[in-house]
C-alpha cells in the first residue's frame, strides 16, 4: 500500500514539472521555457541549413518489363521514404552497389517486413487490403553507409515512385542533378531543395552567371563552390541515355590536341532478357587521355551514339501474382483465392512458361483465409407467448433478432440463416368439445314445380366453449334434405337432357355425347316441342370431354410420303415418335411395337407408252433382239417395238456403239 502511494505521488510531482503553470515547457535542449525544436536535418535549434533534402517522382513511362533504376540512395543518407504513388502489379527493389539484393532481388518477391542493407534496417511495406489503393513503400531512418539503387520490377504502366531523403552537410547535393541545371529545379520529376530561401538562391544564382566565363557549367551547393561529380540515371528504358545532349558553342580554346573518345558505354536498360545500351563519347587530351570540357573537341566530329544489345541471355522464370480475389464472405472466416503463373522475360516479351522452371523458387500461396468483419449472431429477445387456442393445436411465437456485435439490430441477412432460432411452433392445449353445427334451411325448392328439396349446410366442428357437456357429434347426423312441393307442373316447357354416352376413348383425352330435347310436362306425360320453343332456356350442353384413365406412352407416325418410284419397285418413308400424354417425347413405348419406318411400294413392271409409229416390220424381230443387233440404228427402226420393249425391262442391256 505504501509502494503504491510512493508511486503516485513520484508522477504527481513528475506531471507538475513537465506541465508548470503558464504553460512552460521544456525544449529540445532541455532547457524549461525552452522553445528549440528539432529541425528535419536533426539538429536541436537548428535552421535546417545543416542538410539537403532530396525528394521527387520518377514519372517515367516503361515499355519493357524487367528491373528498371528509380534513384539513387547516396551514403550518409537519413529518413529514407520510398513509395508507390498507386497500388499496381509492379513492385520495388533494393539492392547494394555491390550487386547484393536487399529487397525483391533475382525475380524473387519477399514478404512485408524488415530488412537489413547499407547499415540501416529498411522496412518494407505491401498493404494486402482489397479496398486499400495504397502502393508499395521502403522506410528507413539511416544513415547508410554505402550507395544503395532503388528499382522497379515493370509489368504494368508506372503510376509514379515518390522519393525522398536527408543528406547531412553543406556540399551535399543529389547525384541526380545534370550539370545544366542548379539547386532547386526539377529534373526529371525531382525537386533538390538546400535549405535557403527564394531569395538566396536568386542571389545566388545572380552571382554566378557574373563569375561565369563561358567553359563547362558547374554545380555548386549551399556554403561551398566545390564541383561535384554528376551521375546520370540510366536503365529506364533502351533509348539514348541522358547525358548525350547537344554540345555546348564552340570556345576559342579547341585545338587539335583533343578528341573524342569512348570511355565506357551505358548501363544495360535490363539485367537479362535482351537489353540495349549506348556507348559514351567523352572529349579527352590526345596525349595524356585526360578528359576535358567538351568545348575543346570538334562538336561535328563526335560519333553518333549506336545501340548495342547487352544481357541476351533469358530471365531467370518467376511467379507472376495477381491480386486477391474479394474475400468468400462478407462476415466471419472466409477464403480469397489468387492466380500465380510462371513466367519468363526475353525481348521485352513475357511469356508464360511450365511451372517446373520456377521450381527454384518458393511458389506464392494461391488460397488465403480472410475475415472482413465479425458476423452477427441471433438474439431471443422474448419468451414464448400464449397458445394461440384454448385447446387443441395451436401455435405461439416468439420475438427473434439478428444482432451486430455492437448491438445494434441488423437485416436477418447478415446473420447464418440456417443457425435461426425457430420463431414460431405448434402448441396442443389438450383435446376440445365437438358438436354438429347447422346453417338455415334453403328458400329456394330445388323444383320450380312438383315434388322437390330444400338443403342446408351440416358439419361437425370443435366447440372451443369448454363448458359444454358434448364429448363428440357422434352418430346422429342432423338431416340435410328436406321435400318441399311447389304444386303441380302443368303445361311447362323445359329443356330434357339423356343420359351421358360411354367415353369416346378407353384411355386419354376423349369425348362423350348425350340427347337434350325440347319438351312440356304434363300431369303424367311430356310432349316433345321444336327446340326453339325452348330457346328463352338455358340449354344444357350435348358434348363434353372425358378422360377415363391415361394412357402412358404410344407410338404416333406420321402419313407415309410418296413412293420413290412409279413401277419396277420403289419405297416410301414416315417418321416414328414414341409421346406421352401431354404430347412430348418420351422412351417408355415398348420397341417391339414400334411400326415400320420405311416400307417397298410399286413393285409392278413399268409398261411403256404406246408410240404408234414404233412397230416391228419383220415378223422375226425376236431374232433381232437375240443377236442383240438392236444397238444400230437401222434394226432399232426396223423392229422398233421389240428393241423398245428389251431396253424397259433390262436397262443397259443395249449398251452403246
Known amino acids: 500500500m505504501f509502494v503504491s502511494y510512493l508511486i503516485l505521488t513520484l508522477l504527481h510531482v513528475q506531471t507538475a514539472v513537465l506541465a508548470r503553470p503558464g504553460g512552460e515547457s521544456i525544449g529540445c535542449d532541455d532547457y524549461l521555457g525552452s522553445d528549440k525544436v528539432v529541425d528535419k536535418c536533426g539538429v536541436c535549434g537548428g535552421d535546417n541549413t545543416g542538410c539537403q533534402v532530396v525528394s521527387g517522382v520518377f514519372k517515367h513511362a516503361l515499355t519493357s518489363l524487367g528491373y528498371h533504376r528509380v534513384v539513387e540512395i547516396p551514403q550518409g543518407a537519413t529518413k529514407i521514404n520510398i513509395t508507390e504513388m498507386y497500388k499496381s502489379n509492379n513492385y520495388l527493389a533494393l539492392r547494394s552497389r555491390s550487386g547484393r539484393s536487399i529487397i525483391n532481388g533475382n525475380w524473387a518477391i519477399d514478404r512485408p517486413g524488415k530488412y537489413e542493407g547499407g547499415g540501416t534496417m529498411f522496412t518494407y511495406k505491401r498493404p494486402n487490403e482489397i479496398s486499400s489503393t495504397a502502393g508499395e513503400s521502403f522506410l528507413a531512418e539511416g544513415p547508410t553507409n554505402e550507395i544503395l539503387d532503388v528499382y522497379m520490377i515493370h509489368q504494368q504502366p508506372n503510376p509514379g515512385v515518390h522519393y525522398e531523403y536527408?543528406?547531412?552537410?553543406?556540399?551535399?547535393?543529389?547525384?541526380?542533378?545534370?550539370?545544366?541545371?542548379?539547386?532547386?529545379?526539377?529534373?526529371?520529376?525531382?525537386?533538390?531543395?538546400?535549405g535557403r530561401s527564394q531569395e538566396e538562391r536568386e542571389e545566388k544564382e545572380r552571382t554566378e552567371e557574373k563569375e561565369g566565363d563561358g567553359g563547362a557549367p558547374e554545380v555548386f551547393t549551399s556554403g561551398s563552390a566545390q564541383a561535384f561529380p554528376v551521375r546520370h540515371p540510366d536503365g529506364f528504358s533502351p533509348h539514348r541515355p541522358d547525358d548525350l545532349v547537344p554540345a555546348a558553342p564552340q570556345s576559342p580554346r579547341r585545338s587539335r590536341d583533343h578528341n573524342w573518345k569512348q570511355l565506357g558505354t551505358t548501363e544495360c536498360s535490363t539485367s537479362c532478357g535482351k537489353g540495349s545500351q549506348f556507348p559514351i563519347f567523352r572529349c579527352v587530351h590526345r596525349n595524356t587521355h585526360e578528359e576535358v570540357p567538351e568545348s575543346y573537341c570538334d562538336s561535328s566530329m563526335k560519333p553518333t551514339p549506336e545501340e548495342e544489345p547487352c544481357n541476351i541471355f533469358p530471365c531467370p522464370a518467376f511467379w507472376d501474382i495477381g491480386e486477391w480475389s474479394e474475400c468468400s464472405k462478407t462476415c466471419g472466416?472466409?477464403?480469397q483465392h489468387r492466380q500465380v503463373l510462371c513466367r519468363q522475360v526475353y525481348a521485352n516479351r513475357s511469356l508464360t512458361v511450365q511451372p517446373y522452371r520456377c521450381q527454384h523458387l518458393e511458389k506464392p500461396e494461391t488460397t488465403s483465409t480472410c475475415q472482413l468483419k465479425i458476423c452477427s449472431e441471433w438474439q431471443i429477445r422474448t419468451d414464448w407467448t400464449s397458445c394461440s387456442v384454448p385447446c387443441g393445436v395451436g401455435q405461439r411465437t416468439r420475438d427473434v433478432k439478428c444482432v451486430s456485435n455492437i448491438g445494434d439490430v441488423v437485416d436477418d441477412e447478415e446473420c447464418n440463416m440456417k443457425l435461426r432460432p425457430n420463431d414460431i411452433e405448434?402448441?396442443?392445449?389438450?383435446?376440445?368439445?365437438?358438436?354438429?353445427?347447422?346453417?338455415?334451411?334453403?328458400?329456394?325448392?330445388?323444383a320450380e314445380c312438383?315434388?322437390?328439396?330444400?338443403?342446408?349446410?351440416?358439419?361437425?366442428?370443435?366447440?372451443?366453449?369448454s363448458s359444454l357437456p358434448l364429448e363428440g357429434c357422434g352418430n346422429n347426423r342432423p338431416a340435410e334434405a328436406t321435400p318441399c312441393d311447389n304444386g303441380p307442373c302443368t303445361g311447362k316447357v323445359e329443356w330434357f337432357a339423356g343420359s351421358w354416352s360411354q367415353c369416346s376413348i378407353e384411355c386419354g383425352s376423349g369425348t362423350q355425347q348425350r340427347e337434350v330435347i325440347c319438351v312440356r310436362k304434363n300431369v303424367d306425360t311430356f310432349e316433345v316441342l321444336d327446340p326453339y320453343e325452348c330457346s328463352f332456356l338455358e340449354r344444357p350442353p350435348s358434348r363434353q370431354s372425358c378422360h377415363l384413365k391415361p394412357c402412358g406412352a404410344k407410338w404416333f407416325s406420321t402419313e407415309w410420303s410418296m413412293c420413290s418410284k412409279s413401277c419396277q419397285g420403289g419405297f416410301r418413308v414416315r417418321e416414328v415418335r414414341c409421346l406421352s400424354d401431354d404430347m412430348t417425347l418420351s422412351n417408355l413405348c415398348d420397341p417391339q411395337l414400334k411400326p415400320?419406318?420405311?416400307?417397298?411400294?410399286?413393285?409392278?413392271?413399268?409398261?411403256?407408252?404406246?408410240?404408234?409409229?414404233?412397230?416391228?416390220?419383220?415378223?422375226?424381230?425376236?431374232?433381232?433382239?437375240?443377236?442383240?443387233?438392236?444397238?444400230?440404228?437401222?434394226?432399232?427402226?426396223?423392229?422398233?417395238?421389240?428393241?423398245?420393249?428389251?431396253?424397259?425391262?433390262?436397262?443397259?442391256f443395249l449398251g452403246s456403239r
Open 596 to 652: 415400320g419406318e420405311k416400307e417397298s411400294c410399286n413393285p409392278q413392271d413399268c409398261v411403256p407408252e404406246v408410240d404408234e409409229n414404233c412397230k416391228d416390220r419383220y415378223y422375226n424381230c425376236n431374232v433381232v433382239v437375240q443377236a442383240r443387233l438392236c444397238v444400230y440404228n437401222y434394226y432399232k427402226t426396223a423392229c422398233c417395238a421389240s428393241c423398245t420393249r428389251v431396253a424397259n425391262r433390262h436397262p443397259g
Open 166 to 194: 536527408v543528406i547531412m552537410g553543406t556540399n551535399a547535393i543529389s547525384p541526380q542533378v545534370p550539370p545544366h541545371r542548379r539547386p532547386g529545379e526539377p529534373f526529371n520529376g525531382q525537386l533538390v531543395t538546400d
Open 426 to 446: 405448434n402448441c396442443d392445449m389438450g383435446p376440445c368439445a365437438k358438436s354438429w353445427f347447422l346453417t338455415e334451411w334453403g328458400d329456394r325448392c330445388s
Open 450 to 465: 312438383g315434388a322437390g328439396v330444400r338443403t342446408r349446410s351440416v358439419v361437425c366442428m370443435t366447440n372451443h366453449v
Open 333 to 335: 472466416l472466409g477464403m
